[in-house]
């Protein structure tokens, strides 16, 4: 949702080669989103085969209310490691990777 939000009209195709994802994961993942009402799929006047994505209010306050938990998160991991945050977001990547 944060690519639409940060590159509203932005087609499927791109979309997906943004995220890495093809577009048997990407059709129902945008299917599921605007069941939910969070995204919006619409044809552009110069081309009637493909979809241009937005969110809709909906999915613009999710995305507020997902910023702003980010940043909560963010604040308090800041109170707990200090100074040594850098380090410790470089040894949980390091676990993740070895252990995924």
Do not use: C, W, Y
């Not at 994802?21 to 990407?26: E, P, V, Y």
């Not at 989103?33 to 999915?59: C, I, K, M, W, Y």
């Amino acid at each position: 949702m944060m690519v639409i939000h940060n590159n509203p009209g932005i087609n499927q195709t791109a979309l997906g080669r943004a995220i890495a994802r093809d577009k048997s994961t990407i059709t129902p993942l945008l299917q599921g989103l605007e069941r939910q009402g969070l995204v919006e799929r619409r044809a552009p006047v110069n081309d009637s085969r493909s979809f241009v994505l937005t969110l809709t209010p909906a999915g613009e306050a999710m995305v507020r209310a997902l910023f702003s938990q980010a940043q909560e998160h963010d604040r308090r991991l800041d109170e707990i490691v200090g100074d040594g945050k850098t380090e410790f977001i470089r040894i949980l990547k390091r676990i993740a990777q070895d252990l995924g």
